[in-house]
């Protein structure tokens, strides 16, 4: 059974830092690994998608890695901003006829101050 | 373009009353459907889903039940709620052979 655990649980840091998510899985046998952005109260916006055959991706100040043989991803984000502040997910996807069955995270919670 | 839509957004039911939560697709057809619950101090875990009308896979016993009636519609129920099915729950959609998923606004479920 996929686990997928992210640290840290919850993070602050001062708005144009630069700063790092981490994300372990237990099953290296994944489809693709996928992080989202959740705001209070709301649904989850996704930010990257990662193929189990790629090893990053990138869009704007997000960068998303991969290493499925040691079982983690990092979300990387560049010049943190206050509008960043939300919970970031990872999640796990199998594949087979529904990719959409995922294994999340707790998620990290982030905070960014002015 | 697709869109996904979830009703209610919030609602308070006491303890043992009935439960039906819908979830809508539009701008697409024969969707993947999934129903996610996010309790408190715990990650999102997925309940059902759905890869054609009338075919429901329960992912964790419950007591809840899902079904879907109309291609792009799925719905989860509850006979009699309990106080452990409070919680967000996230309706969500993709395509068959698809990457990408989707996720409705979600709704919030206080039971009392």
């Known amino acids: 059974k996929q686990e997928v655990t992210q640290i840290p649980a919850a993070l602050s840091v001062p708005e144009g830092e630069n700063l790092v998510l981490n994300c372990s899985f237990t099953?290296?046998?994944?489809?693709?690994l996928q992080w989202f952005r959740q705001d209070p109260g709301k649904g989850l916006t996704s930010l990257l998608l990662i193929q189990s055959s790629q090893r990053e991706q990138t869009s704007g100040r997000l960068n998303a890695s991969l290493d499925k043989s040691s079982g983690r991803s990092t979300l990387y984000i560049a010049a943190s901003q206050p509008g960043d502040s939300a919970t970031y997910l990872c999640a796990a996807s199998a594949g087979g006829t529904s990719y959409g069955k995922l294994t999340f995270g707790q998620g990290t919670i982030l905070t960014v101050h002015p | 373009s697709q869109t996904i839509h979830q009703w209610p957004a919030t609602l308070v039911q006491p303890v043992g009353s009935p439960l039906s939560l819908e979830c809508t697709v539009e701008g697409t057809s024969n969707p993947n459907l999934y129903w996610y619950r996010q309790a408190a101090g715990r990650g999102l875990q997925l309940l059902f889903y759905s890869v054609g009308i009338g075919q429901i896979s329960s992912e964790v016993p419950q007591n809840l039940s899902a079904s879907r009636p109309q291609d792009r519609q799925f719905i989860l129920s509850s006979k009699k709620l309990l106080l452990s099915d409070s919680g967000f729950y996230l309706c969500a959609w993709d395509r068959s052979g698809g990457n990408t998923i989707y996720f409705g606004e979600g709704s919030w479920l206080t039971v009392v």
């Open positions: 099953d290296s046998a994944i489809y693709n």
